[in-house]
Nanobody, 124 residues
Framework: QVQVVESGGGLVQPGGSLRLSCTAS????????MGWYRQAPGKERELVAV???????NYADSVKGRFTISGDNAKNTVYLQMNSLKPEDTAVYYC??????????????????WGQGTQVTVSS
C-alpha cells in the first residue's frame, strides 16, 4: 500500500528552529494534499498546516508567521519549517498524505495515510 515516514523531530530551546520532513512511497499515482498535525499530551490531534498539490496552504492560527509548510510533489515529500518555537508547540507531530490510487478493479480511489509521528519538545 502506502508508507509515510517522518523525520526531523527532537529537543530544541524556546526560540529555536526545527525542520520536519515526510515522504510517502508505495502504490499511488497522485497526491491531493499533504499536511502536518500534532497532538500534545491530554489534548486532541489538531491541524498545524496543510498544502494542496496546487500549492495552496492553510495554517492553524497558533503557528501563522512562525511555521512554513512546503512540498515537493516529484519527491512525494512535505516539509515543515518551524521557527520561533514555543513550549506550547511541544507535541507529537504527525504527517498526513491524501493520495489517489487504483484499486484491484482499476478504479481510482482516494486514500488517507499517516506517519508514525515524531516528537518535538521545546524546553530550556
Amino acid at each position: 500500500q502506502v508508507q509515510v515516514v517522518e523525520s526531523g523531530g527532537g529537543l530544541v530551546q524556546p526560540g529555536g528552529s526545527l525542520r520536519l520532513s515526510c515522504t510517502a512511497s508505495g502504490n499511488f499515482f497522485s497526491i491531493m494534499a499533504m499536511g502536518w498535525y500534532r497532538q500534545a499530551p491530554g489534548k486532541e490531534r489538531e491541524l498545524v498546516a496543510v498544502i494542496t498539490s496546487g500549492g495552496s496552504t492553510n495554517y492553524a492560527d497558533s503557528v501563522k508567521g512562525r511555521f512554513t509548510i512546503s512540498g515537493d510533489n516529484a519527491k512525494n515529500t512535505v516539509y515543515l519549517q518551524m521557527n520561533s518555537l514555543k513550549p506550547e508547540d511541544t507535541a507529537v507531530y504527525y504527517c498526513n498524505h491524501v493520495v489517489y490510487y487504483l484499486n484491484y478493479r482499476g478504479q481510482s480511489r482516494r486514500g488517507d495515510y499517516w506517519g508514525q509521528g515524531t516528537q518535538v519538545t521545546v524546553s530550556s
